[in-house]
């Protein structure tokens, strides 16, 4: 559960909704973030099977926006049969009322989900709402499970 941090809570339907199905998950957010978090998080972005990425209205999401494009790219590269699911809000929160950071984000948000419309990939999710976001994941960790039973039947090159 990447995206958006600082003081948002859409992370809690998601930890409710995942601790009562017994499903795994990763949340980022912590109370006291320090450097030393950066390789966990990396670790969990570079190998989970299904990251979601929602940027919300709630911030200006400046390092969330730039962040985005690369990390749906190398999360596809490494593994092709990762998901990658994305939620851009366009709008901002009205408190947000710094006028320059405001215009970029806006512009920023516009670009980045134009770009990754573009990228017509078969395991890149774009949806409108955190209820989609919540109810695909959901669907989504049912098939990596089917997915990571079939990987003993795959071939490598060690049984090839």
Request: with cysteine.
């Amino acid at each position: 559960m990447f995206g958006t941090c600082g003081g948002s809570t859409w992370r809690e339907p998601f930890i409710k909704r995942y601790e009562e199905l017994g499903l795994e998950y990763f949340n980022p957010q912590v109370d006291v973030w320090d450097p030393s978090f950066a390789d966990i998080e990396a670790d969990h972005l570079a190998d989970d099977a299904i990251v979601l990425f929602p940027i919300t209205g709630e911030t200006y999401s400046t390092g969330s926006l730039a962040e985005t494009g690369f990390s749906a790219l190398q999360a596809i590269k490494l593994n092709k049969h990762r998901d990658f699911v994305l939620l851009i809000e366009r709008d901002l929160d009205p408190s947000l009322d710094d006028p320059i950071a405001r215009k970029e984000s806006i512009r920023a948000r516009a670009l980045v989900s134009k770009h990754l419309e573009k990228l017509d990939l078969a395991n890149v999710y774009i949806v409108e709402s955190l209820t989609d976001m919540l109810e695909l994941s959901v669907a989504l960790y049912q098939i990596a499970v089917q997915r990571q039973a079939l990987e003993a039947f795959r071939a490598t090159p060690q049984t090839k």
